[in-house]
């Protein structure tokens, strides 16, 4: 889940769609602005997506991470 800077949604949806892992990206109301949900081989892959290249977009100045198992 991932909070940005106030009318950068759209720019950072598309900045994410290139992004390894990302597998969809929803913008959303409430608490949050953009939900994305990454799948990746390993927990170590997606953790380095989250840190070195969401986290690292200008205008995201939050994310929260929930891990699904299955």
């Known amino acids: ?3 940005c800077e106030m009318g950068s949604e759209g720019n950072v949806i598309e900045q994410l769609k290139p992004v390894t892992c990302v597998k969809d990206i ?4 409430g608490n ?3 939900l994305v949900e990454l799948e990746g081989r390993s ?4 953790s380095h997506t ?5 986290r690292k977009l200008e205008k ?11």
Do not use: A, L, P
């Open 1 to 3: 889940m991932i909070n």
């Open 43 to 46: 927990i170590d892959e997606i």
């Open 60 to 70: 995201v100045r939050s994310t929260t991470t929930i891990v699904c198992v299955n």
């Open 50 to 54: 989250i840190s070195s290249k969401i």
């Open 32 to 34: 949050y602005d953009i």
């Open 26 to 29: 929803r913008g959303v109301y």
